[in-house]
């Protein structure tokens, strides 16, 4: 591998802080390898702050080796507001995951986060049409989850944030495009899920708080992760010892690889 990597290899990237737990540079240079790019481009990770991080997105467009970049937690939201131009599921979510540099040094953004999550839970036999689904989270990864969610049709949504108004607000924008769909932002005592997802980055570590409390766990049916590391998190630990069908994040980026290397020019 290391000999592969020369002065022409195109510099693909996953942008995160932290981002020692991301798979997807072992996943996409993997693919890569297998599909004999490996060398042409490769993956590194790059562990930037929210602080620094309208700095790093300027001088990307400096460096002419960069092929793009996946974005991760926490700068999703932000990345729409700094790239040159978005792509219509970007612009509908507000929020980017993955960029590209082009030629002339102009970075576009998408949002893969939504279809993947939903082509995760189709290769693992489930399906949200008819589903009543909570979303616990209004950041990038859940907003783009919720639309995809309304999309291919859920047909209630119940979105819980820390932050009410934020909830609301993503309710108010998905219902907009998607009047279809039953949405709220309140949950009752009496509420029961056929799905519950976390949309948040509460699991990442070891002393975070549930996402999801254990009484209304008990009320759902199948508990649906998008934290990767680790991959049985807190929340699906206590989901499996309550006897409730688990889903872990692994698949929704797993679904993502070939799209997020395709969007970044890698094909």
């Known amino acids: 591998m ?13 942008i995160a802080d932290p981002v020692s737990q991301a ?7 993997t693919l890569l390898d297998e599909r004999g790019l490996l060398g042409a481009f490769a993956m590194l990770p790059m562990q930037v702050s ?5 700095a790093f ?8 080796n960069f092929g793009g970049a996946v974005v991760s937690m926490p700068h999703k939201i932000f990345t729409a507001s700094l790239v040159d131009e978005l792509t219509p599921e970007a612009r509908l979510v507000g929020a980017v995951n993955v960029v590209r540099r082009n030629r002339d040094g102009r970075l576009i953004g998408t949002m893969l986060d939504g279809e993947g999550f939903i082509a995760g839970l189709a290769g693992a036999g489930y399906s949200v049409k008819g589903a009543r689904v909570l979303l616990v989270g209004a950041g990038g990864a859940a907003s783009a989850i919720a639309f995809a969610l309304a999309k291919n049709g859920c047909a209630s949504l119940s979105i819980q944030n820390r932050a009410p108004e934020r909830a609301r607000g993503l309710l108010e924008r998905v219902t907009h495009v998607y009047p279809q769909v039953e949405g709220t932002t309140e ?12 949309g948040t980055s509460l699991g990442m570590k070891p002393n975070d708080d549930l996402p999801i409390s254990k009484s209304l766990i008990a009320r759902c ?3 649906a992760e998008c934290v990767i590391a680790p991959e049985m998190t807190p929340l699906l630990q206590e989901a499996s010892d309550q006897g409730k069908v688990v889903h872990t994040g692994v698949p929704m980026l797993a679904a993502q690889m070939n799209l997020m290397l395709a969007f970044m020019g890698a094909e």
Not at 57 to 64: D, F, Q, T, V, Y
């Open 2 to 14: 290391l000999a592969s990597i020369t002065g022409n290899t195109k510099i693909l990237g996953v």
């Open 23 to 29: 798979r997807t540079p072992v996943m996409a240079n």
């Open 50 to 54: 929210a602080e620094g991080f309208p």
């Open 57 to 64: 997105i300027a001088g990307l467009r400096a460096m002419k």
């Open 187 to 198: 949950i009752h005592a009496t509420s029961h899920y056929d799905i519950a997802i976390n």
């Open 221 to 223: 049916d199948l508990i």
